[in-house]
Nanobody
Framework: QVQLVESGGGLVQAGGSLRLSCAAS????????MGWFRQAPGKEREFVAA????????HYADSVKGRFTISRDNAKNTVYLQMNSLKPEDTAVYYC??????????????????WGQGTQVTLSS
């Protein structure tokens, strides 16, 4: 069992930056692929970014490519999402998730076994 707790969300102006963190409990964090997803009001949850267990491979949604960077620190059981050049359409609740298949990256949400409670990111124009 893995428990995930996100932090770092908030209100930011368009063009600004935020860094989200997701702290994981348990000794198996380093074996999981970690992903970030987001859900805007009235929309389905969508994939944002993911990183394999070793950190050797990452994948991004086209909508955030070049603006967001996912990273992880296995010694701290933490995964990060650095978000730059934020746009109003980035407004959403952001969730981190863990996939037990740590060597590949899957984008559909059902592939992830564990989820955090989410952190709100709101862009002001």
């Amino acid at each position: 069992q893995v428990q995930l707790v996100e932090s770092g969300g908030g209100l930011v102006q368009a063009g600004g930056s935020l860094r989200l963190s997701c702290a994981a409990s348990g000794r198996t964090f380093s074996s999981y692929t970690m992903g970030w997803f987001r859900q805007a009001p009235g929309k389905e949850r969508e994939f944002v970014a993911a990183i394999t267990s070793s950190g050797g491979s990452t994948h991004y949604a086209d909508s955030v490519k070049g603006r967001f960077t996912i990273s992880r620190d296995n010694a701290k059981n933490t995964v990060y999402l650095q978000m730059n050049s934020l746009k109003p359409e980035d407004t959403a609740v952001y969730y981190c998730a863990a996939d037990r298949l740590g060597t590949i990256i899957r984008t559909p949400a059902p592939g992830y076994s564990y989820w955090g409670q989410g952190t709100q990111v709101t862009l002001s124009s």
